[in-house]
């Protein structure tokens, strides 16, 4: 099946994988979504023993059509690597009745590696498949970690440039730090003076802007995301999913055909809608559970109908990754529930543009049945973390936590006991202030390069090298400016 790549905000026209990849989001500002979802080539029991790379290829050539399998093979290799501490890539692991996937044995540490560590390789590729010319600049909005997965994946790739804005007092210090001390001479990063939504909706404002565009094409350049809105993003997430569920095949924790529950500690709603491809590609998943921090409007959103960001207060949370009130991939499933209608599609965002509110009708509704949503508290989130370690010895973050307490918490609301896998999207070391305090209050007056030795000695593994890097490296980037500036900042880095 050759499958082509709409917008949802234009079903008319229809592009490639590889042109999806290279633009980012659509001329309309719409978000590409494949005009189907393709079905796995294979039964799930043969799914079992593939190496993660293959399981990569076996779902990611349904999705990215245009490619070679040559060309596809070619990125999946340097892609999913040494860079990983292990080599099962995603490793699952059972704690207190909770299967793990663990997405954060990459470079960067957090589940954004899964992609951005083959976003590069797919962009490059589309870049030379269309003949293009022109120095691709990407441009990334970040709550912490897609920031500093994305500079790791661009730093020194021909070609490209990347820059990356983040919300100055909206990330832990080891993420800051991360960023500010990447090498590279493609890389730029600012601090901004405004939270994550402003920085995504700056940044979309700049990939909307056509005058922008003209200017950038005149000196050579063109615009790209490594956000996940951009498909590029989506589709490397589709495979963890479809692995998990092929391991717990194989270590014989489920049998062939058995229904899972998947629960997702979420922000841009990107992580879980992989999961609902991963659902309609074929993976027995019962139920996506959708769950949020206390800025916790998605979970209003799965309990009304009504997306309302107007009527609440942004706050900062020990998951920052997840503080986010405009959850940009949801737009793909309000497209898809929507019957794929671009109309309906495009008035609900205007509104959420223009007012800050839409609400879905009863029909739309009734195509969330897959969906269940929950929330933790900054209390309940550090209850977990503590009663899990103290059970089990596991150690978790702050974000995962939040996944495993909504977890609990659907399946004693519910009665539900169908296994549940719970995505663990952080490692501890990269919030190990939040962590540690709330394992003990004791450590709260601690600086956090103390506590990593401390966790390091806790949780009985080492020092993963991402944060051993940090540790005196140079402070390479010191840029900031206030969120109504960011085109500015580029056009001054760009020298336009
Ligand atoms: C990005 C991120 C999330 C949220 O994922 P989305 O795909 O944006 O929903 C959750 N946890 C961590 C640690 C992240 O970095």
Not at 134 to 161: C, H, P, Q, W, Y
Not at 162 to 172: A, E, M, Q, T
Not at 438 to 460: C, H, P, V
Request: proline letters at 2%.
């Amino acid at each position: 099946m050759n499958i082509r790549y709409k917008s949802t905000r234009n079903s008319d026209a229809a592009v490639t994988a590889s042109q999806a990849i290279l633009k980012g989001l659509a001329d309309d500002g719409g978000l590409f979504v494949p005009e189907q979802i393709p079905k796995l080539p294979v039964s799930v029991d043969e799914l079992k023993g593939m190496s993660y790379q293959e399981t990569a290829y076996t779902v990611m050539k349904e999705f990215l059509a245009d490619f070679t399998e040559e060309e596809l093979k070619d990125c999946i290799r340097k892609a999913y690597d040494s860079k990983f501490d292990t080599e099962e890539i995603a490793p699952l692991v059972k704690a207190d009745g909770i299967y793990y996937l663990e997405l954060f044995h990459g470079a960067t540490i957090a589940f954004k590696d899964m992609a951005l560590s083959i976003l590069p390789h797919l962009l490059t590729t589309s870049a030379k498949k269309n003949q293009v010319q022109n120095e691709i600049v990407i441009l990334t909005a970040t709550s912490g970690d897609t920031g500093k997965a994305a500079m790791a994946g661009f730093a020194d790739v021909e070609g490209t440039r990347i820059i990356v804005f983040y919300p100055k007092n909206g990330v832990s210090r080891v993420q800051e730090l991360q960023m500010l001390t990447q090498k590279g001479r493609n890389v730029d990063v600012a601090a901004i003076h405004g939270n994550f939504d402003q920085a995504q909706s700056g940044v979309k404002a700049m990939f909307e802007n056509k005058k922008l565009a003209e200017e950038l094409a005149k000196k050579g350049y063109q615009f790209s995301s490594a956000n996940s809105i951009n498909i590029g993003r989506l589709v490397p997430q589709v495979v963890y999913y479809v692995y998990a569920y092929a391991k717990l095949l194989e270590n014989e924790q489920i049998q062939s055909g058995e229904e899972i529950n998947v629960v997702v500690p979420t922000g841009n709603f990107g992580n879980i809608l992989a999961a609902y491809y991963a659902k309609q590609m074929g993976i027995p998943i019962r139920k996506l559970i959708c769950a949020s921090n206390e800025n916790k409007v998605l979970f209003d959103f799965f309990q009304t109908g009504t997306y309302d960001k107007k009527h609440r207060e942004f706050v900062l949370t020990s998951s920052p990754s997840m503080d986010i009130l405009i959850s940009s991939n949801l737009e793909r499933l309000i497209y898809q529930i929507a019957g794929c209608d671009d109309g309906k599609n495009t008035e609900l965002m205007n509104a959420l543009k223009n007012e800050g509110v839409y609400q879905i009708t009863e029909d739309m509704k009734a195509g969330l049945q897959d969906f269940e949503a929950g929330y933790a508290t900054e209390e309940q989130t550090a209850a977990t973390i503590r009663e899990v370690y103290e059970k089990t010895g596991y150690v978790m973050d702050t974000h995962t936590a939040v996944a495993a307490r909504v977890c609990r918490e659907y399946q004693e609301r519910t009665g539900d006991t169908v296994k549940c896998v719970a995505v663990s999207t952080a490692s501890p070391f990269k919030f190990v202030k939040s962590v540690m305090t709330a394992i003990d209050g004791k450590y709260s007056s601690k600086d956090e390069f103390e506590l990593l030795e401390e966790l390091k000695r806790l949780s009985g593994t080492e020092l993963p090298d991402a944060v051993k890097e940090i540790l005196d490296a140079d402070i390479l980037h010191t840029l900031e400016c206030d969120a109504g500036q960011m085109e500015q900042t580029v056009k001054a880095l760009l020298n336009l």
